[in-house]
């Protein structure tokens, strides 16, 4: 197998080596050189094309460009270029919060003290001189990469609730005001809605706390499935309640989305127990309002609040809802 290899043409060992790449694009990586040097960028894409995703640009402008719109998982950075230099790039990366996060390793021929240490303290995860050599390129690359996906996979768990998958208390907390934030400034209808399973803790007394964990999760999944936008969030609040936020939508078309939503969960006929219901049911309420920025977001999570407690009050398994008007509106 190896010998025919071999033994083709040059131009099918490139076709072969790009399907190869197609059939692993998936799970592959991008790595990004930034070098003025077309001769040294090829040099260290040729050491890293078999494992990754290699994109090249050759100024530290277009890296910068590249790196907040691309993909990208670790920056291969040269220092002396013409233009923006490599440390003036790596300082404009440490201070943006989406792009901080990525390990930059600097490759340079200023192999003095100083500029070493001034790599290190701007933030560069490590730091290579020429003449390098390649299978110490790869296992730092290799090292840095893995060290980045602990670090990411670590950072999704802590903002994800272990039981339903969804969004914890601790992001909604931040993703809260961050989109609070964003509707002042756009001044778009923002959605605050709570949910909370009817008579749950009948429900645990009578099958178990295991079961009820099971609930739980089935809920969420469903809810989750019909809040799947860009602009639609979902996160577990506490115990057996959620809030789901939406940004965009009138009160009117929300409140009818949330009316299916909780005729969906009651469509899961999950046994209840009969005596307080056939199947287990959610309520839920909200409000939905065009922030101003006086506005308090504390102030109408309390109305969503109390729009729980009047649907739960009028005989759960239902919508309450406030407009933009303060105004309620009724489910059945
Ligand atoms: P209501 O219709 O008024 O909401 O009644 P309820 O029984 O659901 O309300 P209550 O707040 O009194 O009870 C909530 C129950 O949810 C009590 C608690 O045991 C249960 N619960 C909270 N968190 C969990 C959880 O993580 N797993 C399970 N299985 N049960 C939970
Ligand atoms: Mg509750
Ligand atoms: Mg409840």
């Known amino acids: 197998m190896a010998l025919a290899f071999q033994g083709m043409p040059s131009v099918f060992k490139a076709d072969r080596r790009d399907e190869n790449k197609k059939f692993r694009g ?16 090829a040099q260290l894409r040729s050491i890293l094309e078999d494992e990754y995703d290699v994109a090249i640009a050759q100024t530290a402008e277009d890296g910068l460009r590249r790196v907040n719109s691309e993909n ?13 230099d490599g440390f003036t790039l790596l300082k404009k990366l440490q201070e943006e919060v989406i792009t901080q996060s990525i390990p930059v390793i600097l490759i340079t021929s200023l192999s003095d003290v100083e500029n070493e240490q001034h790599g290190l303290v701007l933030g560069a ?11 110490v390129v790869k296992a730092r690359v290799n090292t840095h990469i893995k060290l980045y996906n602990y670090r990411r996979q670590a950072e999704r768990q802590s903002l994800t609730d272990q039981l339903t998958g969804v969004a914890n208390r601790r992001r909604y907390e ?4 961050m989109k609070w934030q964003e509707a002042v400034r756009l001044q778009v209808p923002f959605s605050i809605c709570m949910f909370d ?12 706390h295991p079961a009820g964990d099971k609930v739980i999760a089935a809920i969420a999944g469903t809810a989750a499935a019909y809040l799947h936008r860009g602009t639609d969030f979902l996160a577990r609040y506490g115990g057996e309640e959620f809030v789901a936020l939406a940004l965009g939508d009138s009160s009117e078309k929300i409140f009818a989305h949330l009316k299916k939503i909780r ?21 839920i309420g909200g409000v939905t309002v065009v922030p101003s920025a006086k506005s308090a977001y504390g102030f109408y999570l309390q109305i969503a609040d109390t729009m729980l407690y009047d ?8 919508v309450v809802w406030a407009n933009e008007h303060l105004a309620p509106l009724w489910e059945k």
């Open 26 to 41: 998936v799970s592959m990586e991008k790595i990004l050189i930034v070098d003025d040097s077309a001769v040294q960028a």
């Open 72 to 84: 990208v998982s670790l920056v291969l950075l040269d220092v002396v270029m013409p233009g923006m």
């Open 125 to 135: 995860v490590d730091y290579i001189t020429k003449p390098f050599h390649s299978l």
């Open 174 to 177: 931040h993703y809260s005001l």
């Open 197 to 208: 399973i009817d008579h749950f803790k009948t429900y645990n007394d009578t099958f178990g």
């Open 263 to 283: 005729q969906a969960i009651e469509d899961l006929r999950i046994p209840h127990d009969p005596s307080v219901s056939q199947w287990v049911t959610v309520s």
């Open 311 to 318: 649907a739960k009050k009028r005989g759960r398994n239902q």
